[in-house]
């Protein structure tokens, strides 16, 4: 039997799971939506990898990362529970590892890392604002009736991008709006919209802070050749988009779950498992917290959002 | 027979009403409720737009003062725009239908004697200027206390074995503090107190983390306001710094403003409003003294805290140090929070490590 | 010969005559930014920290067009004009704000009444750092000041007579900063002129009887520009028929102050905050509605 360990990323919008080998090479991979359920989201998952991992593997480890990832950590017993911006920047890191930025839009948050000598030197999150990251580019493409991944080749169809005002998600739809009904061509309108998150990221995001190349660019977002191309134009710099770049946060957490590996065995088998949460409000004090207990085959394991510690 | 009451920061309520409930011996001093999610949602509910975070949780605790009939609401501050909340709230309160006063006793962020008298007068005419001094000054030396304790509960919690001991004894110490009577009590209780936490063991390994918390001082203090971020930190073993309280706001800030002033020369020439030049000072000095980062705290529009980011931003990346700025409003949100301080830690971790 | 750089935003709003006249007097060549464009505030936003008012945001900008043109960047420090006369705290920070941002050599003098730190010490220490003779700018100093005592006195007037006229009166409550800014306000003026309303101006009234006026809507003013803008309302409220309320993102003054005037003042008043993605369009529409309510010359 050989090892191989399993990383799972579950973002807000997207799930993704990595099993790799001793020797970091993926064996297999899985991308599916999230939509708004995780746990079933992860079973799902759990099944594709499943059929797709040869049989003389065996998992010896599991790591979480994504925002969902105490949750799943919970349902999988996972070894490893760490942040997305630890996880992305490790994942990176090990294929390579000599890149000093990377930037990275995701569903719901964008963030930036500076690395030095393989360590995380600073980084940065957008400010709790979804302006300028992939949701709001797919409400857009909704908006003008576009295929969100045709965006990129729209954008690079276009001379001159119109201008649209990113600061917030709000502002740029009216000005969207006002620019459509102007009558601007569709191309221009959306290589602005490309240009636009580019700015916002860079005013936001990746103020004050020194990018430096190699550049890697990570992130839903990074499928977008629009984006991309400004990306360049405007740090005049190369940036590079690997193939696995939307999974780079479940490879690292995939290697980060290798390091921490208990000796115990975990099984893909989950259909039968049964996993529950139940929400309640508390009313002993005015803080009137909102629990969440969380049952593991009609066991409690545990329950969080608790302020004073009672629970 | 009057009631007063003050809003929240931290536990200082129990000086605060120590001294009160000396000074004025007809009054009734009412302690405000804890703050809850509740009050920030009340105070958000009437403040107007863009005002500071502080702004909405003193406005929230006041109305719940009011609910317990209070007629005099007490506000202290100054420096920047924090002097013309009194009014404001004064104003907003008496459109929501309750008679009160609001009575700022610090103006422009300096404690005029005169003024205070004065104020004071409004409360109680006939009270006894010689009681309110020496009142005075016991309930500064408590706040001394009380401080120097903080300021050693910060350095260790991080690392105590029994978890919760320095908090119990902590609170132990508050119950025991609001039941003083003079000064000689009050120096023996504290003297009692410092030995008993300096018996609590720890385990304080040679390479651990060590943090400075700097920022806007409302946000520093109160802790609801900084959603636990000490407590937070200590989780993680973290030694934390943090400079901001009231002894300091009240005794040394004007003394070691020249000294910050020089220390800093190269960063700022002029005082910048609030705490933002101090900031600056005590940015250069955790990056000199082995501090492994920084997080710089504000409620979300201090005006003098962002005009100190930029600065403090140059002198972290000429001492490559990490910082990590948190602005905190009513709407943030408690998750996004913990993920970034999580990747905070686990950064400066492998910082340390290579 | 060294070239002074002015930039147009701030405190230019305040001082630019005194400036000109005193540096026109010594002979000393200067540069002053253009009016505000897209570029410049661009460039403000691109350096300037996302909080920030858009004020303060606008002046970087102005900094940045002007760091490679001149020698020199006039940027003045004012703490306060005497006790309980505060300026904002961006006023001064803005000093040092420059300074770290930009690599560039810095014009400065400050004022603070309080410690005894005058516009003539100030302007006498500018003059020393260019090498003028210490009579040169004495004499410089008193051509400038006279000059300015007169403008100002005519302002007055103007502004005193402005209320007696029988058109429509509108008292704009703001900084001359945002108001005088070709980007901020003055397409706000520009639609009030065209629409035959009488503008006045907050900011031409004399202070010594305005500042002791705003004790009557608000007790423990200690904000300068705040006493000038309330004591103004005070002063005015029963001769005019409406008030436009002008500030912009996030400024933190003017939450507190305008907020109580709001509360306090009984004649119609319109509440503008600009950010800088704000368009004109959006403003056109409130300020017709609130036209059309006061029964302007649309209504004829």
């Known amino acids: 039997m050989k090892e191989c360990y399993l990383g799972i990323d579950i973002g807000s919008i997207s799930t993704k799971g990595v099993i790799i080998d001793n020797d970091n090479n993926i064996i297999t ?268 085959n009609n066991e409690l394991v545990d329950s969080w959002g608790s302020k004073c510690g009672k629970y | 027979m009057t009631k007063i009451a003050f809003p929240h920061m931290g536990d200082y309520y129990i000086p605060a009403n120590f001294l009160l409930s000396h000074i004025f011996k007809n009054t009734e001093v009412i302690k405000a409720p804890k703050i809850t999610s509740k009050t920030i949602e009340l105070g958000t509910k009437y403040s107007p737009e863009f005002i500071c975070t502080p702004f909405k949780y003193t406005l929230g605790t006041m109305i719940e003062c009011l609910e317990k009939n209070a007629d005099i609401l007490i506000q202290m501050g100054g420096g920047c725009r924090y002097g013309y909340y009194a009014p404001l709230q004064e104003e907003i309160l008496k459109n929501l239908g309750y008679k ?125 306001s900084n959603y636990y971020l000490e407590k937070q930190l200590a989780q993680y073993h973290i030694e934390i710094k943090r400079f901001t309280n009231v002894h300091y706001l ?93 990747a905070f830690y686990d950064m400066l971790e492998m910082r340390k490590e290579k | 010969m060294s070239t002074v750089g002015i930039p147009r935003s701030l405190f230019y709003y305040y001082y630019s005559n005194i400036w000109k006249d005193f540096l026109d007097y010594l002979k000393i060549p200067y540069v002053i930014s253009p009016k505000t464009n897209q570029d410049i505030l661009n460039r403000g936003m691109k350096i300037s920290n996302d909080e920030m008012c858009l004020s303060l945001k606008n002046y970087l900008g102005h900094i940045d067009y002007l760091k490679d043109k001149c020698d020199f960047i006039l940027v003045p420090r004012i703490s306060n004009f005497k006790k309980d006369n505060q300026t904002c705290t961006n006023f001064w920070a803005a000093y040092d704000i420059v300074k770290n941002l930009f690599d560039i050599n810095v014009l400065h003098y400050n004022i603070n009444l309080e410690k005894g730190k005058t516009l003539k010490k100030g302007l006498y220490k500018i003059g020393k750092q260019l090498n003028k003779k210490h009579h040169a700018i004495k004499k410089a100093y008193k051509y400038a000041i006279i000059k300015e005592k007169k403008r100002i006195k005519q302002n007055h007037i103007i502004n005193l007579n402005k209320l007696k006229v029988a058109k429509t009166k509108i008292l704009i409550v703001s900084h001359p900063y945002n108001l005088y800014d070709e980007m901020l306000g003055k397409d706000i003026i520009k639609y009030l002129i065209k629409n035959n309303i009488e503008i006045i101006y907050t900011d031409k009234f004399n202070p010594k009887i305005t500042n002791n006026l705003s004790k009557k809507n608000f007790k423990d003013l200690y904000f300068k520009y705040s006493k000038d803008n309330l004591g103004a309302i005070a002063y005015c409220e029963d001769k005019i028929d409406g008030i436009i309320f002008l500030s912009s993102f996030p400024c933190a003054p003017d939450s507190l102050a305008n907020e109580i005037a709001m509360r306090k003042i009984k004649k119609p008043y319109l509440n503008l905050v600009i950010d800088d993605s704000s368009s004109f369009t959006g403003l056109e529409t409130r300020l017709e509605s609130f036209l059309d309510m006061l029964g302007g010359p649309i209504n004829d």
């Not at chain 1, 799943?72 to 070894?79: D, E, T």
């Not at chain 1, 390579?96 to 500076?114: A, F, H, M, W």
Request: hydrophobic share 35%.
């Open chain 2, 100 to 224: 009160c006063k609001v009575l700022n006793l610090v103006s422009e962020g300096e404690p005029n004697l005169k003024r205070i008298n004065k104020l004071l007068k409004k409360i109680d005419p006939k009270y006894s200027k010689i009681k309110a001094l020496y009142y005075s000054f016991i309930t500064f030396k408590m706040v001394k206390y009380m401080d120097i304790i903080d300021n050693y509960i910060r350095e260790n919690i991080g690392f105590e074995i029994e978890k919760g001991s320095f908090e119990n004894l902590k609170n132990q110490m508050l119950v025991t503090f609001s039941h003083i009577k003079n000064y000689r009590e009050l120096k023996r209780t504290y003297k009692r107190y410092l030995n008993k936490f300096h018996k609590i063991k720890v385990h304080k390994p040679d390479n651990r983390l060590k943090i400075g918390i700097i920022g806007e001082l409302y946000t520093i203090m109160e802790p609801f």
């Open chain 1, 29 to 296: 991979s899985a991308y599916i939506w999230t939509e708004g359920n995780p746990v079933e989201a992860v079973k799902n998952l759990l099944e594709i990898l499943k059929t797709k991992l040869p049989k003389e593997y065996q998992i010896k480890s599991i790591g979480t990362t994504g925002s969902a990832r105490k949750l799943i950590g919970l349902m999988l017993k996972a070894s490893v529970v760490k942040n997305e911006i630890t996880a992305h920047a490790i994942g990176t890191l090990t294929f390579y590892p000599n890149v000093r930025t990377i930037l990275e839009i995701g569903g719901q948050d964008s963030k930036i890392i500076l690395i030095k000598n393989g360590i995380i030197q600073n980084y940065a999150m957008n400010t709790l604002c979804a302006a300028g990251t992939g949701s709001f580019l797919s409400s857009q493409a909704k908006r003008l009736g576009i295929d969100v991944e045709k965006f990129g080749d729209y954008a690079l169809k276009s001379q001159n991008p119109v201008k649209i005002a990113a600061r917030c998600t709000v502002f740029a739809e009216s000005d969207l709006v006002h620019k459509a009904q102007v009558g601007y061509a569709k191309e221009d309108i959306i290589a602005g919209l490309c240009k636009s998150v580019v700015l916002n990221y860079l005013n936001n995001v990746g103020k004050g802070k020194k990018i430096i190349s190699p550049i890697i660019f990570q992130g839903g977002v990074s499928k977008n050749k629009g984006v991309v191309k400004y990306f360049k134009e405007i740090l005049k710099e190369d940036i590079i988009v690997d193939e696995n770049s939307h999974l780079m946060g479940a490879i690292g957490i995939a290697v980060l779950a290798k390091k921490n590996k208990t000796g115990s065995t975990y099984s893909l088998e989950l259909k039968n498992l049964k996993f529950q949460t139940k929400a309640f409000e508390c009313h002993r004090c005015s803080n009137s917290c909102e629990l969440l207990k969380i049952y593991r």
């Open chain 2, 250 to 342: 009240l005794f040394e800030k004007a003394k070691k403003y020249k000294k910050y002033q020089k220390y800093s020369k190269d960063y700022f020439t002029y005082n910048m409003g609030a705490d933002a030049a101090d900031n600056i000072a005590r940015c250069k000095y955790l990056c000199e003294n082995g501090y492994d980062g920084i997080i710089h705290i504000k409620s979300s529009f201090c005006t003098p805290e962002i005009g100190a980011m930029p600065i403090i931003n140059k002198i972290a990346s000429t001492y490559q140090k990490p910082v990590l700025f948190f602005s905190f409003d009513s709407a943030t949100s408690e998750t996004g929070i913990k993920t970034r301080l999580e």
